[in-house]
T-cell receptor, first 112, second 111 residues
């Protein structure tokens, strides 16, 4: 079945460590996105990529990094520079004409 | 900048209609969306409306768009317990490069 796969679903990190969240899609979509979700704040855009080897900062990119070496993959690294990384992270890809987003099941990161 | 606003909570009785409202600021939005999120999961698209439409109906769902007032609503007829979730309104920005989300409305169903 086509879709977005995120891993891991749950992740615990000690302060000062970098972690990488995986996002893979087999929908053949060019555009991919990373959102952060905090309670009561909706979704905030971290980074997005409209094509392979290209990506742009979203509204809250500080402390995060991404790469887009393959169309299918858009990993997100949460660096130690991110001051408050505990959150639910959602990856998505979009259908070009309508902009409809297809989401993964999310990764919940907790910093201990 | 672009902004999307919605109320945080809505409680309805099972079998009644639910109406979730949303306002947005970008008058050049091309598409507006409603997404549903169940606990601990990603978002699923419920429906969307193109900006040149006033209404769209899909089974129990009715979307109304008032472009003049920049107001979007989602009506769920005959609300069931399985409709309990957070509902997000979203718009496609005029640059078409990103989707802007509201904060979500948590819909709870009482017997």
């Amino acid at each position: 079945d086509g879709g977005i796969t995120q891993s891991p679903k749950y992740l615990f990190r000690k302060e000062g460590q970098n972690v990488t969240l995986s996002c893979e899609q087999n929908l053949n979509h060019d555009a991919m996105y990373w959102y952060r979700q905090d309670p009561g704040q909706g979704l905030r855009l971290i980074y997005y990529s409209q094509i392979v080897n290209d990506f742009q900062k979203g509204d809250i990119a500080e402390g995060y990094s991404v790469s887009r070496e393959k169309k299918e993959s858009f990993p997100l690294t949460v660096t130690s520079a991110q001051k408050n990384p505990t959150a639910f992270y959602l990856c998505a890809s979009s259908r070009e004409n309508t902009g409809e987003l297809f989401f993964g099941e999310g990764s919940r990161l907790t910093v201990l | 900048g672009e902004d999307v606003e919605q109320s945080l909570f809505l409680s309805v009785r099972e079998g009644d209609s639910s109406v979730i409202n949303c306002t947005y600021t970008d008058s050049s939005s091309t598409y507006l969306y409603w997404y549903k999120q169940e606990p601990g999961a990603g978002l699923q698209l419920l429906t969307y409306i193109f900006s040149n439409m006033d209404m769209k109906q899909d089974q129990r769902l009715t979307v109304l768009l008032n472009k003049k007032d920049k107001h979007l609503s989602l009506r769920i007829a005959d609300t069931q317990t399985g409709d309990s979730a957070i509902y997000f309104c979203a718009e496609r920005s005029s640059s078409a490069s990103k989707i802007i989300f509201g904060s979500g409305t948590r819909l709870s169903i009482r017997p």
